[in-house]
């Protein structure tokens, strides 16, 4: 399901992703602070709301996964974000997803800059930035 995720992600495939989400999701991604003072995006209109925000945002923004941890109730996807935009630049940045499922569907997600909170918040033991223990 991870798999399907970030292809679908990539892809901007708004459609998978909202299949392989709850209608209740909970999102909380990094660039939630540039669009919208930090608040998550909830349901499936938040999801296509997020899309919409990503290609306001960014002129290209890709994710690649180095690593799928499974914890109690919640899987640490540890890996990096490719991001292009005009002020900035191109960044290759570190990442870490927690996601947690319900019935087969993503039912949150919050992305975290650096790998090693997402994995304490997983409850795993900290990865390093690069996607190393």
Known sequence: ???RLFHAFNERDVDEVLE???PDVEFRPVSA????SGKPY?????IQKY???V????EALEVTVHEVREASGAVLVVGRVIA?????GVRDLPAGWVWRLREQRFV???????????AREAGLEATSPEGGP
Do not use: N, Q, S, T
């Open 42 to 46: 909830i349901g499936h209109g938040g």
């Open 20 to 22: 392989l989400c709850d």
């Open 33 to 36: 602070e540039l669009a919208r």
């Open 55 to 58: 290609a306001g945002l960014w």
């Open 51 to 53: 899309f919409a925000d």
């Open 108 to 118: 949150y997600g919050r992305v975290y800059a650096d790998p090693r909170d997402a």
């Open 1 to 3: 399901m991870i798999e």
């Open 84 to 88: 292009r935009d005009k002020e900035r």
